[in-house]
């Protein structure tokens, strides 16, 4: 297994800028979830590292081999699909084995590969079988085994989950924490989805217009959004925002700073700030308070107020972010 | 036409349409084969597109996967190529063609009747196969490409088998072009041993004008190859039946 290694890479399409001096780093080993909003980059990064796209400048490595400029087979890299990419003509064990029969591998190494990638994934019962026959789940898994079987220096992984129901989705999120444990692989996971992202990363990169915005563990990303987007995307439902003039009733915020505050962080109190109920969201054992400041508060179910009752509101400066107004940078309490 | 060429050979129209004669004879399609060799041009006309059939079908295929795999205006460039190849009318083509012909020495010979399957018989025909292999999800020939597999094997092991039925459909098309095809082999053709089908019709219909039921019968033996072409490819193209998520959508 080896680290990717992403410097300076630059990538444009007519005027779009895809890529726009994007640096990256994957240890070996490491399992590093790219996320960012639709269109802001991520599948054109894993086709830039996988070479069905060339780079416009920078360099790529993997390992420490320099491949920004070699042709993709020799890249040593599966991708996983959205699609999967399956072939619909051939029966699983043929897709299964497709790369090493294409490789020209001895029959006995291919047996004995598929034989190892199915047990993985677990879809030795769905050997002769074709994909069409097969259910989302049961696809994706075969897209891994598929992934798996010419054991490459790097995954790469394009929305591979998107695809799926939410419960499959879930399932299949734990399945790719086990593999990813089990091969200790070097992973690059695109997602738009901030939950897959944060419950799925060793690491997660936030990505915006091409660009990296913070790379770091999902906690941290969570915990301490170093900018504006970051903190917005993070979370849901997302990261209320209030200028120094509105958050002032709250906490003494300096002028040209915009003050950051999570949704379970906005507390209910008697005492407080005083707001009207305007609507009430109840999602399970969560209840989304959306009041008339243009404010959202997550209270357990059990307790949440009734749609047009006056509630307090109060926040406390150490659950509290600060952001330049301008810059949208994070800014330290003083 | 089948009712027409079961009547006894020399009798007159019927006045009135008729689905079965009386009396059922066969004696008609034993008078054509008599008149003229058509066993013999039935042969031929088999040979000339048994090796266009297939020579139009791997050209064609090799053209619109070419045009797939090439590269932005380049592929606009082949495309309108193609349209405009496609425009230009049969008929204006028969001299200079006629003209190439002669001067390579391959008059009254099978080459100028085949020869057009070396560009894939049609322009039409290589822009199906190029709209088919369109269809195909761009992520199957990545994923190809990341085994390392070149453009030929993407060809045979991938496009051709997922357009299967654009494959009969095209080979039905071109076999049914070929078997009419009766202006090529007459400006071509001069020794009667090399004659196709439709020129051992025409022999016929020379031979005995007015003889009717012997004309039908005929007709029925160069049409009934057509019909059962049809027969065997349509259910390749019409039952096509592989479930939803073919092609993994």
């Known amino acids: 297994m080896s680290g990717i290694v992403l410097e300076d890479v630059r990538k444009r399409f007519g005027e779009t800028r895809a890529l726009d001096g994007f ?34 400048d920078g360099l790529i490595r993997i390992g420490d081999q320099d491949v920004t400029r070699i042709r993709p087979a020799a890249r040593n890299v599966s991708m996983v699909f959205q699609s999967y990419a399956l072939f619909p003509h051939l029966t699983v064990r043929e897709n299964i084995a497709f790369g090493l029969v294409v490789r020209e591998e001895p029959k006995e190494v291919v047996r ?50 998107s695809n799926l129901d939410a419960g499959t989705r879930v399932e299949m999120r734990t399945e790719l924490r086990r593999l990813h444990r089990e091969i200790g692989a070097t992973m690059l996971h695109v997602t738009h ?68 505050v999570r949704p379970e962080h906005l507390r209910l109190v008697a005492d407080g700030v005083p707001a009207r109920v305007e609507i009430v969201e109840v999602a399970g054992s969560d209840a989304f308070v959306h009041v008339d400041r243009g404010l ?39 | 036409m089948v009712s027409g060429s079961l009547r006894e050979p020399g009798s007159a129209p019927p006045r009135t349409p008729e689905l079965l004669p009386t009396p059922l004879s066969t004696a008609s399609y034993g008078r054509a084969f008599d008149l003229v060799d058509l066993a013999r041009h039935t042969l031929n006309s088999l040979i000339v597109a048994g090796l266009t059939v297939p020579l139009a079908v791997l050209v064609a295929s090799w053209a619109g996967f070419a045009f797939l795999l090439v590269a932005g205006r380049a592929r606009s460039i082949l495309i309108g190529l193609s349209f405009a190849a496609l425009m230009v009318p049969l008929t204006a083509l028969l001299v200079p063609r006629f003209v190439l012909f002669r001067w390579l020495e391959l008059t009254d010979t099978w080459v100028p009747l085949i020869a057009p399957a070396l560009l894939g018989l049609s322009p039409f025909y290589v822009l199906l196969y190029y709209w ?48 009419g095809n009766f202006l090529d082999p007459l400006i071509y053709l001069f020794n009667p041993d090399l004659y196709t089908l439709p020129l051992g019709l025409r ?47």
């Open chain 1, 23 to 56: 640096d990256l780093t994957a240890a070996e080993g490491e399992l590093l979830v790219v996320v960012g909003p639709s269109g802001c980059g991520k599948s054109t990064l894993l086709r830039c590292i996988a070479g069905l796209e060339a780079v416009d």
């Open chain 2, 132 to 179: 088919s292999f369109r269809r195909l999800p761009p992520e199957l020939l990545e994923a190809a490409r990341l085994e390392g597999m070149q453009p030929f094997a993407m060809w045979r092991r991938l496009g051709m088998p997922l357009v299967r039925p654009v494959t009969v459909a095209i080979a039905l098309l071109a076999f049914i072009t070929t078997w």
């Open chain 2, 203 to 249: 022999s016929l219909e020379a031979l005995d004008r007015t003889n009717y039921p012997v004309l039908l019968a005929g007709a029925v033996v160069a049409t009934a190859p057509v019909v059962v072409a049809f027969v065997i490819a349509q259910r390749y193209f019409l039952h096509e039946d592989r479930g939803a998520g073919w092609l993994g959508r």
């Open chain 1, 193 to 260: 989805d901030q939950v897959e992202a944060l419950t799925l990363g060793d690491r997660i990169a936030v990505m915006d217009a091409g660009r990296v915005r913070q790379v770091g563990p999902p906690d941290e990303l969570y915990l301490r959004p170093q900018d504006r987007f970051v903190a917005a995307f993070l979370g849901t439902p997302a990261m209320n925002f209030l200028p120094a003039d509105a958050a002032r009733p709250f906490l003494p915020v300096p002028d040209g700073t915009v003050l950051g």
């Open chain 1, 296 to 334: 959202v508060s997550k209270v357990p179910s059990d307790g949440r107020p009734a749609e047009g009752m006056q509630v307090g509101l109060a926040i406390d400066r150490a659950d509290a972010h600060l952001f330049d107004e301008a810059s949208g940078a994070r800014v330290e309490w003083t």
């Open chain 1, 112 to 161: 004995a590969r598929v034989a190892e990638a199915t047990q993985l994934v677990g879809v030795e019962a769905l050997l002769e079988r074709r994909p069409y026959e097969l259910s989302g789940g049961e696809r994706q898994r075969v897209a891994l085994a598929r992934a798996l079987v010419r054991r490459p220096d790097a995954f790469l992984l394009d929305e591979p989950l």
